[in-house]
């Protein structure tokens, strides 16, 4: 008898564990199939579906791009250039013929010697001149622009009678005397040649000018140089010799 009641005591002990195990289990619903999304992995009712993982670079100092974005962030907390779009080349926009210095522009620069230039297909054409004088033609975006004038196989003159190229202070061919004289200030002057019969607007960098002469049909500037004193300066002031 008492074998049996220990029998019987430890079955129902066993049923009851059984039961507590199972009512938890029955009070969790049925987990719902997996449905699979739009854009990224399946997701399971009940549960927030899985982005996908985006690498943002963020560097020590930097803020944290919020949500969505894909932004490069430098040490000073500064966001970096998009370089998904493409950026032309200044040139071809067109940007280094812009401005016109006593130093030149793009690569002709004052005292750049022409074989170089033409070795480096940057003459289009050439055509001698008095005393040695070689005028030329430049290539690319300065084809029709500048026009060039070389003295012993040195750069010596870049010329323009269009707008663009302006002076760094903004000066261009069109512009009335009265408009640079605004411009330059006592930097500045109107001066004559020497036979009295034309006149033009000089402003002196050190050894070097730029040279604004009048238009032969029309007032205000016409055409626009820069170059060395000696030789830009000189020309206007007492002209060719041929």
Same mark, same amino acid.
Not at 113 to 136: F, M, N, S, Y
Not at 145 to 157: I, N, P, T
């Given at each position: 008898?008492?074998?049996?009641? $220990? ?18 289990? %029955? ?6 199939? %997996? *449905? ?6 399946? %997701? ?22 919020? %949500? ?68 030329? +033609?430049?290539? +690319? ?17 870049? +010329? ?6 302006? $002076?760094?202070?903004?000066?261009? *061919? ?17 001066? $004559? ?36 004193? $000696? ?12």
């Amino acid at each position: 008898m008492n074998r049996l009641s $220990s029998v019987v005591v430890a079955g129902a002990l066993a049923l009851a564990t059984v039961g507590a195990v199972a009512a938890p289990a %029955a009070a969790r619903p049925e987990a719902a199939p %997996a *449905v699979a999304g739009p854009a990224g992995p399946a %997701a399971t009712a009940g549960t927030a579906p899985a982005m996908p993982a985006r690498a943002v670079a963020v560097r020590p100092g930097g803020a944290v791009p919020a %949500a969505g974005t894909a932004s490069l962030v430098d040490p000073a907390g500064t966001v970096a250039p998009d370089r998904s779009v493409a950026t032309r080349p200044a040139a071809a926009r067109g940007w280094q013929v812009e401005v016109l210095s006593v130093r030149g522009t793009g690569p002709y620069r004052i005292g750049a010697r022409l074989d170089r230039l033409v070795a480096a297909g940057r003459i289009d054409w050439t055509a001698p001149g008095c005393a040695g004088v070689v005028h030329a +033609g430049a290539t +690319g975006e300065w084809a029709g622009v500048v026009l060039l004038a070389f003295r012993q196989g040195r750069l010596v003159e870049v +010329g323009t009678a269009t707008a663009p190229p302006r $002076s760094p202070a903004g000066a261009a *061919v069109g512009m009335s005397f009265a408009e640079l004289e605004r411009i330059y200030g006592p930097r500045g002057a109107l001066i $004559s040649n020497d036979a009295g019969d034309a006149t033009a607007y000089l402003v002196r960098f050190g050894t070097r000018v730029e040279l604004f002469t009048g238009h032969p049909i029309r007032p205000g500037v016409g055409y626009f140089q820069v170059g060395p004193a $000696s030789y830009v300066e000189r020309n206007f002031r007492q002209g060719t010799t041929c």
